[in-house]
Nanobody, 118 residues
Framework: QVQLVESGGGLVQAGGSLRLVCAAS????????MGWYRQAPGKEREFVAQ?????????DYGDSVKGRFTISRELRRSTIYLQMNNLGPEDTALYYC??????????WGQGTQVTVSS
């Protein structure tokens, strides 16, 4: 079984930056992709970014974060990062890490809270 653990959330002022980290442990061999979603109170879960594990395909980003957020991976450590710049109050949400593994298995992390004050 695979476990995902997120970290790096916190409180930041508008215009600031944060870096989220998601580390996968367990049977991570054959990972297909890992990414980030977020959910603000009263809203549906929203796609943020995804990066594939194999090859050099460019990452995918949600429209609301393009140009501000950057996702990257560290294959050796089964870890992904989300660098978030120029944050605004609209980015306040619980950020979840999601991984897709062999057999179509999808695993979610517990989430890390990001709060942006205006």
């Amino acid at each position: 079984q695979v476990q995902l653990v997120e970290s790096g959330g916190g409180l930041v002022q508008a215009g600031g930056s944060l870096r989220l980290v998601c580390a996968a442990s367990g049977r991570t061999s054959g990972t297909y992709a890992m990414g980030w979603y977020r959910q603000a109170p009263g809203k549906e879960r929203e796609f943020v970014a995804q990066i594939r594990w194999a090859g050099n395909n460019p990452p995918d980003y949600g429209d609301s974060v393009k140009g501000r957020f950057t996702i990257s991976r560290e294959l050796r450590r089964s870890t992904i990062y989300l660098q978030m710049n120029n944050l605004g109050p609209e980015d306040t949400a619980l950020y979840y890490c999601k991984g897709t593994f062999p057999g179509g298995v999808t695993i979610w992390g517990q989430g890390t809270q990001v709060t942006v004050s205006s």
